[in-house]
């Protein structure tokens, strides 16, 4: 489903990184490897890009990485992480975002609510690790073959 967000993103983006870059020298973004009793993954579909990504999103000022990921699984997913999540991996987004660097932390202890966040979250979903849907974003597909594939950790998202 496409929907106004998602054609406005490509226009927007540029606009968005442009403000980022001059307020910040550097940005940092957390992203969450929820895994259920079950072993699936949770992926959330975002009203404004294409395909399935990890839930996460950008650090505040004032915040700590992992105060910036529970509020963000919170917001995107409804998911309340109990204890502290684990930090999987570090990786430099250079590709998108000259600065910007992306923290992968593995949820496995939660509870459920309802999303925060209205708006920003088309859907969400979870999935068997090996049996990703067809459009999930390519990033978020690297992350859960390291996590769970064996595959080496990438330095770049």
């Known amino acids: 489903m496409t929907t106004w967000r998602t054609r406005l993103?490509?226009?927007?983006?540029?606009l968005f990184f442009?403000?980022?870059?001059?307020?910040?020298?550097?940005?940092?973004?957390?992203?969450?490897v929820v895994v259920d009793s079950e072993g699936r993954v949770l992926l959330v579909k975002h009203t404004y890009l294409h395909g399935w990504w990890l839930p996460g999103g950008g650090v505040e000022r004032g915040q700590s990485c992992e105060e910036a990921l529970i509020r963000e699984m919170r917001e995107e997913a409804g998911v309340i992480v109990e204890g502290r999540p684990a930090l999987v991996s570090v990786h430099a987004?250079?590709?998108?975002?000259?600065?910007?660097?992306?923290?992968?932390?593995?949820?496995?202890?939660?509870?459920?609510t309802d999303r925060t966040a209205h708006g920003e979250i088309a859907d969400v979903g979870w999935f068997d690790p090996a049996a990703l849907p067809e459009d999930t974003h390519r990033a978020s597909r690297a992350r859960l073959a390291e996590v769970f594939g064996g595959a080496e950790c990438a330095t770049n998202w």
């Open 93 to 112: 987004n250079e590709r998108h975002f000259r600065g910007d660097h992306v923290l992968v932390y593995r949820i496995d202890r939660f509870t459920l």
């Open 9 to 14: 993103e490509p226009f927007v983006r540029p």
């Open 18 to 32: 442009a403000h980022a870059r001059s307020a910040r020298g550097m940005t940092l973004g957390v992203r969450g």
